[in-house]
């Protein structure tokens, strides 16, 4: 059964760092293309970054230069460090997996959801 676990979130002043985990199971990154979406209350889910199974990442433009996805193949782990941390990035950020869409977008489609994770940035 496929697994995934958010941890990382928190409350952080604007300008701080957070480091986001996705831990999953029962899946692989090099046949599953793995997204980081996120909710803030009130707005549509939005998509953050995706991590694409031949290894490459895509970023949304409002995140471009702030937000980079790694991953440890060990753990299976894949991370979302989040620099510079605006108010606007306060949200539920939410790891999603799928063996055939890899698209950034509202996550519409994807078959697997970790159960979020919230960020929370002031200002």
């Known amino acids: 059964q496929v697994q995934l676990v958010e941890s990382g979130g928190g409350s952080v002043q604007a300008g701080g760092s957070l480091r986001l985990s996705c831990a999953a199971s029962?899946?692989?990154?090099?046949?599953?293309?793995i997204g980081w979406f996120r909710q803030a209350p009130g707005k549509e889910r939005e998509g953050v970054a995706l991590y694409e199974t031949n290894g490459r990442t895509k970023y949304a433009d409002f995140v471009k230069g702030r937000f980079t996805v790694s991953h440890d193949n060990a753990k299976n782990t894949l991370y979302l460090q989040m620099d510079s941390l605006q108010s606007e990035d306060t949200a539920m950020y939410f790891c999603?997996?799928?063996?055939?869409?890899?698209?950034?977008?509202?996550?519409?489609?994807?078959?697997?959801w970790g159960q979020g994770t919230q960020v929370t940035v002031s200002s």
């Open positions: 999603a997996a799928d063996r055939w869409r890899c698209e950034l977008g509202d996550g519409q489609g994807y078959n697997y």
């Open positions: 029962n899946i692989y990154f090099s046949a599953y293309c």
